[in-house]
């Protein structure tokens, strides 16, 4: 391309003028999009060398990167279709990161402040979601899958802070996790049975440990005949299932009202006929709707936050404390343990690959008192 950056940016707004001009939307008409870039491209050129100044020698890098500018998420773009990273973040538009299997690496890409807040815009453009100064966080999917979460001042110091994670392919069922190292084929063997027999399974890890991963994964072992509700704050979950709903909450409007809490997608979901009821992640009150559900007779899956299997288990039932004072904790440690089936805990490395650390069967013992059972524990490094 031209040395000189301003060719580039002269491309792109001409291309954007046609594009809106000729009502062609990139995103489903990529062909005439091109089209159209090629052809700017070549005016330009045409016009450089009239005027003898620098032409834009590499076309069809300049067409991808046009395309990214004025449809996709401009220079981000070729990272975000990178297979192998699986989160990208913003700390400021000249610090930029992405982790690859597990490690963090700074990316060679400075941006504008204008790049970042447009590239968020057109992320957000097609989710309902906002950022602004009454709302300076907002947590919203992709059309690929992929979560968005960014931050604003005055709440960060000084930049748009923006958390991009991605959900890669190849790790969205218990065979790709084999194959990646997360688990062995024995257990990911029972793990599948498990779900099949309508197993009430609980995900747990710190952050970035795998738990969405390994959750849509154990959902992928569902029955096909069976039915999937899943109920989120923001998209995640990637389920490929025949007969699935996925539902989301909603941020309150301006005027503060309209807001649907997990709590209420939960009762929501109950009333769909529900072979399996999922609940993305369980981090408050939504914890007692996610127990009584369990009694219910409705198999159910979900994530927590917890540093291991045991401690999986009493946060939940902490949690159900949140819900009300005429909620007892005599009632809620019984029911937990004979609701929960397993607690599949997992961790991150410090080489940054993910696995299966532990999983624990819950149960009542023979005093009548809540306990548990060692399943799978993950041999230790030396």
């Known amino acids: 391309m031209s040395s000189a950056p301003v060719a580039f940016s002269d491309v792109a707004d001409r291309v954007r003028?046609?594009?809106?001009?000729?009502?062609?939307?990139?995103?489903?008409?990529?062909?005439?999009?091109?089209?159209v870039a090629r052809a700017e491209i070549r005016r330009h050129n045409d016009r450089a060398l009239a005027r003898g100044s620098g032409v834009i020698e590499d076309e069809a890098q300049c067409v991808v990167q046009v395309l990214a500018s004025v449809a996709g998420f401009g220079a981000l773009e070729p990272y975000l279709a990178d297979a192998s990273i699986e989160e990208i973040w913003i700390n400021a538009p000249d610090r930029i990161f992405a982790a690859r299997d597990g490690l963090p690496m700074r990316l060679p890409l400075v941006l504008?402040?204008?790049?970042?807040r447009s590239i968020v815009e057109r992320m957000l453009n097609s989710t309902g979601r906002r950022v602004d100064l009454s709302q300076p966080f907002v947590d919203a999917?992709?059309?690929?899958?992929?979560?968005?979460?960014?931050?604003?001042?005055?709440?960060v110091r000084a930049h748009w802070t923006v958390n991009i994670r991605k959900f890669l392919s190849r790790f969205r069922d218990l065979e790709g996790l084999v194959e990646a190292g997360a688990?062995?084929?024995?257990?990911?063997?029972?793990?599948?049975?498990?779900?099949?027999?309508g197993a009430s399974v609980l995900v747990s890890g710190a952050t970035h440990a795998g738990k969405t991963t390994m959750l849509s994964a154990l959902i992928a072992a569902e029955p096909p005949a069976h039915r999937?509700?899943?109920?989120?704050?923001?998209f995640e979950l990637a389920v490929d299932a025949v007969?699935?709903?996925?539902?989301?909450?909603?941020?309150?409007?301006?005027?503060?009202?309209g807001e649907i809490p997990l709590r209420r997608l939960v009762k929501e979901a109950l009333r769909m006929r529900p072979d399996r009821l999922v609940v993305g992640e369980v981090r408050d009150a939504e914890a007692l709707d996610l127990v009584l559900a369990l009694?219910?007779?409705?198999?159910?899956a979900a994530t927590i936050h917890a540093n291991n299997a045991a401690e999986a288990l009493d946060k939940l039932m902490s949690l159900t404390l949140l819900a009300g004072r005429n909620v007892d904790r005599d009632?809620?440690?019984?029911?937990?343990?004979?609701?929960?089936?397993?607690?599949?805990?997992?961790?991150?490395?410090?080489?940054?690959?993910?696995?299966?650390?532990?999983?624990?069967?819950?149960?009542?013992?023979?005093?009548?008192?809540?306990?548990?059972?060692?399943?799978?524990?993950?041999?230790?490094?030396?």
């Open 17 to 35: 003028d046609r594009l809106r001009e000729e009502r062609i939307d990139p995103a489903h008409e990529r062909d005439r999009a091109q089209q």
């Open 112 to 116: 504008t402040e204008d790049e970042v």
């Open 141 to 155: 999917s992709l059309p690929d899958g992929s979560r968005v979460h960014v931050v604003i001042p005055d709440v």
């Open 183 to 197: 688990l062995p084929p024995s257990l990911a063997h029972n793990l599948t049975q498990a779900m099949t027999q």
């Open 228 to 234: 999937v509700i899943t109920v989120e704050e923001t």
């Open 243 to 257: 007969d699935v709903v996925a539902m989301q909450g909603r941020q309150p409007s301006l005027e503060g009202t």
């Open 295 to 300: 009694n219910t007779g409705v198999p159910c």
């Open 331 to 382: 009632f809620v440690a019984p029911a937990i343990a004979r609701s929960v089936d397993l607690v599949v805990h997992c961790e991150r490395r410090a080489d940054g690959s993910r696995r299966v650390a532990e999983v624990l069967a819950p149960g009542i013992g023979a005093s009548g008192e809540p306990e548990t059972q060692v399943l799978y524990r993950a041999e230790r490094a030396a």
